[in-house]
Each structure stands twice: as structure tokens, then as C-alpha cells.
């Protein structure tokens, strides 16, 4: 009897403990917003210290963005739902082992703009469903072998912003879904090619802003479902030409901001699905005939803010008659782009030449008409009559549908009495067409004329041709006749003479005289 009232008391404890436990389980901290029909709680800004364990425990969504939160410890044990946990821009120094192997549900974890300088090998046990895995803006210098093993559905792992130097061979072992590996803004030198041959299945690659001088031989070669790859800021001087081997998916390459001397041109070979090209910034001299051969697919090319860049010659874009839209802007030093250097580019609608040194623009450079972004701001103009056609342009055609003040905005340099104008306002008097018109039709008007003159000189020669003829014949006659008839009469002096002298030789003398 003693027994069964101990054990009827201890229920009652235990009833009266769970729910107070529950009343207690449901309290929302001070600055945090809960929410228990979806689940979802967001203690952004809310001075936290530690993680809050009298939260709903069916909870599913937890933010705990911008506190003061040092260490994770086991506290999340008590969320065993979580799908989304959003401990970035606190103090964490370390991840801690075996602190997620109850959180088998969870697919994001965002642990950026901590202190992490390092993460053990059983950091994310439990893991099994995590999709999404941000380390970005940490201490992190290395990365070592088969550290996240553990997460096979991974999909994204951003690694950018720490201070990563090396990379284990086997760093990513396991990763059997990844699709994108940002690596950006680290210390590495060169291009982990062997840790990357783990991770055939990677859709996008960013090794921006890190030291790498040179893409060797090979470097991506199993990494054939890749579709885009950057590879900016890197101080890039030599791609070997079969840098690029085998990246037949790549779609998106970015190149800008590096040290190149030239288009790398036989490295680009490798790379025939390529559609957006970015490789500004470099420090090329000219754009080369055929720079971008066998890229029939390119659609977009950026070629933005190249100081050492003054020229671009014919046929460069010979090739890429698919190419829609061009970006050739903020290139201090280049004033001069040959005729026919966008020739055979039937599908260009977007143009910007923002920002460069032309003064001018040549009519026949461009189908202008054809084109639905034209940008041509920022170019030191010359506004003469030379460049009527592209004020008629900005005037009749609405061209830059996508930014109305791309017309607004061309304004002229020179000469000085223009300066700061804006073209659309000049008039065609003040570009000088009036002074230039008035030549023309003097020219115009000399040349008719001499044609009329010398049409009727020889209308008239034609019609009075007989007497003109005649006329000349006679005067040339008058200028031969006098020495001729002068020869004539001392002929006939001389031969009077003979006969006389024949006659009287010859006369008989009569009988009677003798």
C-alpha cells in the first residue's frame, strides 16, 4: 500500500514536472521572434551569449545571427528536427565534436563570420541530410583529410574568405553530391588538382583572389560536369594550353583581373560550350584577329577596364557569330577599333563602349540600328558633323530600352565651345553641318557645272561638226597656200622663158633674105 502511494506521488511529480517543463520548453527569449505554427525562430541582434534551450523542441528553423554566442557545446541536442540553423557573424572558436550526431534532419548550417581556426574530424558526425555547409569568413589555414566525409548529400561548401594554404589530397573524400566549392579569397598558391579529382560530380569552382600565377597542364581534367569556373584576381600571368583540358561543360569562365599579356586563345580551344566570357582587367595591348576561335557558342564578352589596351583589330570576333551581347568598357587607352571588327555578328542587340577614349564612331562599325542597349557614355566625343548620324540616333530611336539614361548622358569634349554639352542637345548648326553642307554644295555645285560646260562643248562640236571641219581645214590651208603659189609663179617664169628661147631658135629664116 506504501508502495503503490510512493508510486502514485512520484507520477504526480513527474506530471506536475513535465508540465512545467513544457510551460517552461515554449519560452521566448527577450528580442527573438518565435513562431510555433511554422516552427521558426529569429534571434538576429538579440545579445545572445548562449544558445537558447527553452525554445520549442519540435523546432525546425533557428537564427541566431549577430550575437555573442562562443561555443555550440551540446546545446542543439535539444532540436532533434532542425532543417535550418543559422549560427553566423557570432564568436565561435571551434566546432566541437559529435554536436550534430542527433541532427540528422538538418540540410543547412551556416557557421560564417565566426572564429573557426580549425574543425576535427568527427565535427559533423550525425550529418547525413546536410545540403549546405558555409565556413566562409573564418581562421581556417588548412584543410584536412576526409574532414567532411560524414556529408555525403552535401551540395554547396563555401570554404572563401579564410586563410586556407593548403588543401589534403583527400580533403573532399566523400563528397559524392557536391556541385559547388568556393574557395575564394584564401592564401593558395596553386591549383589542388588532385583534391579536385575527388569531386567529379562539381558544377561550380571558385578560386578567385587567391596567388595562383599559373594553370597548368591538366588542372581540371575530371572535372568534366563543370559549367562555371572563376578564376579572377588570381595575378594569372601563363594557361597552358591545356589548362582547360577537358572542361567540355564549362558555360561561365572568368578571367579578369589577372596578368595576361595575350587572349588565351589555344587555351580557350577546350572550351567549346563556353557562353559568358569574362577577361577584363589584363594586361593585353590589342585584340588579335580570331582571338576567341572555335567559341561558336559565346554569347556574352566582357572585356572591362584593361588599362594597356588601345586597339582592336578586324575579324576578332570572326567566329562568334552567336554573340549577343559585348562589354568593351572603361579601357582607358583604347581609341581605335578596325572596320569590320564586328563583322558577321548578326545576333548583337546589347553594345556598351562606355568609358573608353573615342572621339568618334564610325557609321559602318556597327548595325547601330539593329541594336536595343547601345552605351557610348563616358568617351571623350569629338562633336563635329562627323558624328551626325549617331545624333540623329540618340534623338529619333529610344535605343537603351534597359537604361533610359544611357541617352541622357553622352555629353561632347571638344571642341571647347561645346565641352560638358550634352550631344542630344547639340544642335546641327553647332556640330557644324550648316558651314560643312555649305562646302559640300559648292563642290558639288563646280563639279556639275564643268560636267554641263564640257557636255554642251561637245553637244556643239557634234552637231557643227561639218563646219567646224571645214573651218579648220581652211585655216590650215591659208597657213600652207602662200609658199606654195610663190612656187608656182617663178615655175612658170622659167618656163615662159624657155619657150621664148625655143621659139626664136627655132624660127625659119625666109628664101627672099637669103
Not at 534571434?43 to 541566431?64: G, S
Not at 580549425?118 to 565535427?123: A, P, T
Not at 555649305?438 to 563646219?467: D, H, N, P
Request: charged content about 25%; overall charge positive.
Amino acid at each position: 500500500m506504501q508502495c503503490l502511494r510512493g508510486s502514485r506521488g512520484i507520477m504526480v511529480l513527474l506530471f506536475y514536472i513535465v508540465c512545467l517543463w513544457t510551460e517552461v520548453a515554449t519560452m521566448c527569449p527577450m528580442r527573438c521572434n518565435c513562431d510555433d505554427q511554422s516552427l521558426r525562430v529569429l534571434c538576429r541582434d538579440a545579445n545572445l551569449d548562449v544558445v537558447p534551450i527553452t525554445l520549442n523542441p519540435e523546432l525546425r528553423e533557428l537564427i541566431l545571427k549577430n550575437n555573442h554566442i562562443k561555443g555550440i557545446m551540446a546545446s542543439f541536442s535539444v532540436y532533434h528536427n532542425l532543417r535550418y540553423l543559422d549560427v553566423s557573424h557570432n564568436q565561435l572558436v571551434r566546432v566541437g565534436e559529435y554536436n550534430f550526431k542527433i541532427h540528422g534532419h538538418l540540410e543547412f548550417l551556416l557557421l560564417s563570420s565566426n572564429m573557426i581556426s580549425s574543425i576535427q574530424n568527427n565535427s559533423f558526425v550525425g550529418l547525413e541530410h546536410l545540403k549546405v555547409l558555409h565556413l566562409n569568413e573564418n581562421f581556417l589555414e588548412d584543410i584536412p583529410a576526409k574532414i567532411f566525409i560524414h556529408l555525403r548529400s552535401l551540395e554547396t561548401l563555401d570554404l572563401s574568405q579564410n586563410r586556407i594554404t593548403a588543401i589534403s589530397e583527400d580533403a573532399f573524400e566523400g563528397l559524392q553530391n557536391i556541385r559547388g566549392l568556393f574557395l575564394r579569397d584564401n592564401k593558395l598558391n596553386r591549383i589542388p588538382s588532385v583534391a579536385l579529382h575527388k569531386i567529379p560530380t562539381l558544377l561550380k569552382l571558385d578560386f578567385g583572389l587567391n596567388t595562383i600565377s599559373e594553370v597548368p597542364k591538366g588542372a581540371f581534367t575530371f572535372l568534366r560536369k563543370l559549367e562555371e569556373l572563376s578564376l579572377d584576381g588570381c595575378g594569372l600571368r601563363k594557361i597552358h594550353s591545356g589548362g582547360f583540358q577537358r572542361l567540355n561543360s564549362v558555360i561561365v569562365l572568368n578571367l579578369h583581373d589577372n596578368e595576361l599579356k595575350e587572349i588565351p586563345t589555344l587555351a580557350l580551344y577546350n572550351v567549346r560550350r563556353l557562353e559568358e566570357l569574362n577577361i577584363g582587367q589584363n594586361s593585353f595591348q590589342e585584340l588579335k584577329p580570331r582571338s576567341f576561335r572555335k567559341l561558336k557558342n559565346l554569347k556574352i564578352i566582357k572585356i572591362n577596364g584593361s588599362p594597356e589596351l588601345t586597339s582592336i583589330r578586324k575579324d576578332v570576333f570572326l567566329d562568334n557569330n552567336n554573340l549577343q551581347k559585348l562589354f568593351i568598357t572603361h579601357n582607358k587607352n583604347l581609341n581605335h577599333i578596325e572596320s569590320k571588327s564586328f563583322d558577321g555578328l548578326p545576333n548583337l542587340r546589347y553594345v556598351s563602349l562606355r568609358g573608353n577614349a573615342f572621339t568618334t564612331f564610325d557609321y559602318d562599325l556597327l548595325p547601330w540600328d539593329e541594336l536595343t542597349v547601345l552605351d557610348v557614355r563616358d568617351n571623350p566625343l569629338s562633336c563635329s558633323c562627323k558624328i551626325l548620324w549617331l545624333w540623329k540616333l540618340l534623338i529619333n530611336k529610344n535605343i537603351s530600352s534597359e537604361a533610359p539614361s544611357n541617352i541622357a548622358e553622352v555629353h561632347c569634349l571638344n571642341p571647347p565651345r561645346l565641352k560638358n554639352m550634352l550631344l542630344a542637345k547639340v544642335t546641327e548648326e553647332q556640330l557644324g553641318c550648316y558651314i560643312e553642307n555649305r562646302r559640300q554644295q559648292m563642290i558639288v555645285g563646280i563639279i556639275v557645272a564643268a560636267i554641263i560646260a564640257t557636255g554642251v562643248f561637245v553637244f556643239l562640236g557634234f552637231r557643227y561638226r561639218e563646219k567646224v571641219v571645214v573651218a579648220i581645214m581652211n585655216k590650215w590651208t591659208t597657213r600652207r597656200k602662200e609658199p606654195h603659189y610663190q612656187k608656182t609663179t617663178c615655175m612658170e617664169d622659167e618656163i615662159a622663158v624657155l619657150q621664148t628661147t625655143s621659139e626664136q631658135s627655132l624660127k625659119m629664116t625666109p628664101v627672099t633674105e637669103l
